[in-house]
Structure formats: structure tokens, C-alpha cells
């Protein structure tokens, strides 16, 4: 069994101990399948790709019919079976790589700043305090287990992120601890990390700068350097 996998079995634990779980999607699970570890262990360049939360994930099943294999399998699907559906938020990262929606799942360790969403509706999950600890946890787990190439958070600098992002800069020693991304300056980076930290790709593309921001990506930290794209 993989540390990956013993530490999602942890974190279904840990989430149905939280006092207000009623309210919240399940846990977003990095699948542990070991088609997708392959996958991301060949990987040249390897992204860990960090958005905010996935409201309603598997709303669809009881919380007795919750487990592990349920989560990381939907997990995989999503990338395998489904494709990556979302809009903005997909589309932005497949211009960065220059690849297909398909192809996602060879390259991109996806997560969120909150491991949950909320269970109906839209916006941050509330009870945000119960959350801050485990969702932080799950970040640098991956972030130690998966040593992507390059960390990438669309999160953007608004309070609702605000805490995990700093428990994790503060974990990686980076100098973004004193930075974050503006409307006039919406890309912040950290180059010894390797960590860059900018809005989501819908609030890019309100702002008419996504495939500015989209180009310069891919400029600086994929096509700049050793990576060869699959």
C-alpha cells in the first residue's frame, strides 16, 4: 500500500470527525491508482495545479457509503473517464502545457486550498476554521510525496485562502510570505521553490489577461526549460 493511499484512508478519518461535515463535500482525494502514479512519476514536466474548492464533489452517496477506493476513484475518473470538464479552470492549464484535456492525468497532481467544497451551492465552505488544518496537511503531503517540477495555485490573494496559503509558504520557507498577486501585478513567484501564485483563470479572463498570463507561463516555465512536453 502506498504512503499515498495510508494517508487518504487517514484523511476519510479525519473528515468524518468534523463537527460540521453535514455541510461540506467529501474530500477532493489525490487517487493513489497505480495507472495515474506511473503516469505522474514519468512526468516531464511534473505540476501540482491548486484551485480553491470543489464544491458538490460526490454529493450523490450517503456519508455510511463514503470510503477511500469511492473517493480516489472518482478522483481518477474525473481525469481518465470525464476529462476534466471544468471550464476556465481546465482550459487555462491546457494552454500552459500545450496539451489535450485528456492528457491531463499524465501530468498534473490536482488539489484545492480546502480539501472540501460545500456540500450544495457555490462559494467557500463555511466553518472555513475546521477546515484550515487537514486542508494545509493534505498540501504539503503532496507536495512532499508527488516533488512536482513547479506548484501552481490559482487561489488569488482573497481572505478565504488566505490562512492555508500562508501555513504552506511558511512550511516552504518562501518568499512569498510577503507577496501575493494584484490586479496590477497578478503573478507572484517564488523561483527557488518553484511555486507561482496568481487568480483563477475566470477572474484572468474577466480581467482580459488570462492568455497573457497563460503565454508567459508557458514561456517561463515550460518551454525555458529542460521539460519536455508529452
Known amino acids: 500500500m502506498s504512503k499515498l493511499r495510508v494517508f487518504n484512508e487517514q484523511l476519510v478519518e479525519q473528515y468524518k470527525l468534523l463537527p460540521h461535515k453535514s455541510l461540506f463535500s467529501y474530500p477532493l482525494l489525490v487517487?493513489?491508482?497505480?495507472?495515474?502514479?506511473?503516469?505522474?512519476?514519468?512526468?516531464?514536466?511534473?505540476?501540482?495545479?491548486?484551485?480553491?474548492?470543489?464544491?458538490?464533489?460526490?454529493?450523490?452517496?450517503?456519508?455510511?457509503?463514503?470510503?477511500?477506493?469511492?473517493?480516489?476513484?472518482?478522483y481518477f475518473n474525473f481525469f481518465y473517464n470525464r476529462h476534466c470538464t471544468n471550464r476556465d479552470f481546465w482550459k487555462f492549464i491546457c494552454k500552459i502545457l500545450d496539451c489535450q484535456r485528456e492528457d491531463l492525468g499524465k501530468q498534473v497532481i490536482w488539489s484545492n486550498a480546502y480539501i472540501v467544497g460545500k456540500k450544495n451551492g457555490l462559494g467557500t465552505p463555511p466553518y472555513k476554521e475546521e477546515l484550515e488544518k487537514i486542508s494545509v496537511d493534505n498540501l504539503l503531503f503532496l507536495?512532499?510525496?508527488?516533488?512536482?517540477?513547479l506548484t501552481l495555485f490559482?487561489?488569488?490573494?482573497?481572505?478565504?485562502?488566505?490562512?492555508?496559503m500562508i501555513e504552506y509558504l511558511k512550511n516552504k520557507k518562501s518568499v512569498l510570505l510577503d507577496k501575493y498577486p494584484t490586479k496590477t501585478n497578478p503573478i507572484v513567484e517564488d523561483s527557488e521553490n518553484a511555486i507561482v501564485w496568481t487568480y483563477h483563470p475566470a477572474y484572468l479572463h474577466r480581467l482580459g489577461i488570462e492568455e497573457e498570463i497563460e503565454n508567459y507561463l508557458q514561456k517561463q516555465y515550460i518551454k525555458k526549460s529542460n521539460f519536455i512536453l508529452k
Open 154 to 164: 490559482v487561489t488569488g490573494p482573497t481572505w478565504n485562502y488566505y490562512n492555508i
Open 31 to 74: 487517487s493513489s491508482n497505480n495507472i495515474y502514479l506511473d503516469n505522474i512519476n514519468k512526468a516531464n514536466p511534473k505540476i501540482f495545479y491548486i484551485g480553491q474548492e470543489t464544491n458538490c464533489w460526490i454529493n450523490n452517496v450517503s456519508l455510511e457509503e463514503v470510503n477511500c477506493d469511492l473517493l480516489e476513484n472518482a
Open 143 to 149: 507536495s512532499e510525496f508527488f516533488k512536482p517540477d
